[in-house]
């Protein structure tokens, strides 16, 4: 059964306080792996699109890297504006046309 | 720049009552989305269009339907709304015809709807 599992549900850093988040999947097979960023009573928004293991992509803070079985998101010396909850997706190569979502991790970034 | 632009933002139903969520986008995407968001779940996907003029069963679609009026529109509708469906709803589209894929989803903002 595909699923996706994120943790931890919530973080709370000291601004500047490197951390990651986990991804864990298991699909058949893997087409791609989606971060997204949700703000409160917003939308998700486009983070990062990861294809294969090894694969790693930068933007600002963030850096999403990406293994056989799970992806992280590291945040380097993060700032308040970063809080929010990110989310994490995967795309099975075969079967269902779907996005399989996580739950989740909540950030808040204290400064 | 509107982008995906969700109508109303905020809903209170009783049991039995029926009302249509409304979804338009100014970014002439092709495929669009409709996805239920509830606490401790991840995103749920009801029914999306893959093209103008179609439309296909996600993974929840039960209790709802959909109409493509449109390349801009797309609506869903509960006949008969029940507690099951208090939920989060977000509208979402994408350049590409199809499913849900490797193409980045451009996300509306949500509709909170409540059943009583």
């Known amino acids: 059964e595909d699923q996706v599992t994120q943790s931890p549900e919530a973080l709370r850093l000291q601004e500047g306080e490197s951390s990651s988040l986990n991804c864990s999947y298991t699909?058949?097979?893997?087409?791609?792996l989606f971060w997204y960023r949700q703000d409160p009573g917003k939308g998700p928004e486009f983070l990062f699109t990861?294809?294969?293991a090894g694969e790693e992509k930068e933007k600002e803070r963030l850096k999403a890297t990406l293994t056989k079985k799970e992806s992280f998101l590291h945040i380097t010396a993060p700032k308040p504006e970063d809080s929010a909850t990110y989310l994490c997706?995967?795309?099975?190569?075969?079967?269902?046309?779907?996005?399989?979502f996580g739950t989740g991790t909540r950030l808040t970034v204290i400064p | 720049n509107a982008g995906v632009t969700q109508t109303p933002k905020f809903q209170v139903l009783k049991t039995g009552q029926s009302m249509t969520l409304q979804c338009a986008q100014d970014?002439?995407?092709?495929?669009m989305y409709w996805y239920r968001q509830d606490p401790g779940m991840g995103l749920r996907l009801i029914y999306y269009?893959?093209?103008?003029?179609?439309?296909d069963k996600g993974e929840v679609p039960n209790g709802y339907n959909v109409s493509r009026l449109n390349k801009r529109e797309f609506s869903l509708r509960l006949e008969s709304a029940a507690p099951s469906q208090t939920s989060v709803y977000f509208c979402?589209?994408?350049?590409?015809?199809?499913?849900?894929?490797?193409?980045?989803?451009?996300f509306g903002s949500g509709t909170q709807l409540s059943v009583l």
């Open positions: 979402a589209s994408r350049p590409g015809q199809g499913a849900p894929t490797n193409e980045k989803l451009f």
């Open positions: 699909v058949s097979g893997l087409r791609g």
């Open positions: 990861l294809y294969s």
């Open positions: 997706a995967v795309q099975p190569q075969t079967g269902a046309n779907n996005l399989f």
């Open positions: 970014m002439n995407h092709n495929s």
């Open positions: 269009s893959a093209s103008e003029g179609t439309t």
